[in-house]
């Protein structure tokens, strides 16, 4: 573990006035750096990597939609979490992405120091990129607990961002197919 990060955790624990010497607190730093670096391990993936050439070739030209993924990230502002779920949607042109390929790259730009209108984009033009699709849809609700646990204190707020590409910004039925999707 990057002892330089554990060292940065024991300076914040004994910032906010606790006893690094304290039972509960003895290994606290390196367990705090090694989850820091879990939840920031998008900085390390690679979207080719992770397709890892599962594009497939389909005469498929409907909708497919992976909704409800379950989505983790940190705010860029505070460092605290925000938690929710993504739908992804692309119109195929010829091939089709591997399913959990969907949600690993959802997975890869959450796990980074995000705002969720950036991460909501990232998403969407990845899935474009590596599927060339007539167009991409992907919105994305999360509560933030920048949020929720400090400022406004407002537990039951809900942020919601969407992207449409293609066929799905320029085609007001395929978008409404999708929102109405995402609503069952």
């Not at 460092?79 to 959990?100: D, E, Q, T």
């Not at 998403?123 to 400090?150: F, P, S, Y």
């Not at 395929?174 to 995402?182: D, G, M, P, Y």
């Amino acid at each position: 573990m990057d002892r330089t990060m554990d060292t940065a955790y024991a300076d914040i624990i004994r910032a906010v006035g606790e006893d690094l010497d304290r039972p509960g607190l003895l290994d606290t730093p390196k367990r705090a750096a090694k989850a820091f670096k879990y939840l920031c391990k998008g900085y390390e993936e690679d979207l080719d990597v992770i397709v890892n050439n599962a594009i497939f070739p389909s005469d498929n030209d409907q909708m497919v939609l992976v909704k409800d993924i379950e989505l983790y990230s940190l705010c860029e502002h505070h460092l605290l979490p925000f938690i929710g779920k993504v739908h992804v949607a692309y119109i195929p042109s010829g091939k089709v992405l591997g399913l959990s390929k969907v949600a690993r790259i959802a997975d890869m730009y959450a796990r980074r120091l995000q705002i969720q209108e950036n991460l909501t984009k990232q998403i969407a033009d990845a899935i474009q990129r590596v599927t060339d699709a007539k167009g991409v849809a992907v919105t994305i609700e999360a509560k933030h607990m920048c949020m929720m646990m400090r400022g406004v204190e407002k537990q039951n707020s809900v942020m919601k961002t969407s992207i449409m590409l293609g066929a799905f910004r320029d085609n007001a039925q395929t978008r409404n197919e999708f929102l109405a999707l995402i609503r069952d």
